[in-house]
Nanobody, 127 residues
Framework: QLQLAQSGGGLVQPGGSVRLSCVAS???????VGWFRQAPGKDREGVSC????????NYADSVKGRFTISRDNAKNTVYLQMNSLKPEDTAVYYC?????????????????????WGQGTQVTVSS
């Protein structure tokens, strides 16, 4: 059974940076890994996603140019580097792994495509 453990996050000032990590255990990450976030009173939102087999990535428009997703297959880990953070980036961030191929890259930002979820980590952007 695949398990995901997240680390990183915390309180950061506007304009600052933080890196989130998602480490998998129990099985090798395959197919896609996505990062999602949910702010209080808002729906879960797809932030970014990455294929574990090629260079395919996707980003929500709200984070393009500021966030970068990357992977280290040897470490069974996916990262989300978040730069130029804004107060509206404040949310609980979750990583998730799919159990099947996602052929339409646009769908990799859709949370129903994912079966395995990390525990979530709070990112608060505030001065």
């Amino acid at each position: 059974q695949l398990q995901l453990a997240q680390s990183g996050g915390g309180l950061v000032q506007p304009g600052g940076s933080v890196r989130l990590s998602c480490v998998a255990s129990g099985s090798t990450l395959g197919y896609y890994v996505g990062w999602f976030r949910q702010a209080p009173g808002k729906d879960r939102e797809g932030v970014s996603c990455i294929s574990m087999s090629d260079d395919s990535t996707n980003y929500a428009d709200s984070v393009k140019g500021r966030f970068t997703i990357s992977r280290d297959n040897a470490k069974n880990t996916v990262y989300l580097q978040m730069n130029s953070l804004k107060p509206e980036d404040t949310a609980v961030y979750y990583c998730a792994a799919s159990s099947h191929p996602i052929t339409d890259q646009a769908m990799c930002l859709m949370w129903p495509e994912y079966v395995y979820w990390g525990q979530g980590t709070q990112v608060t952007v505030s001065s």
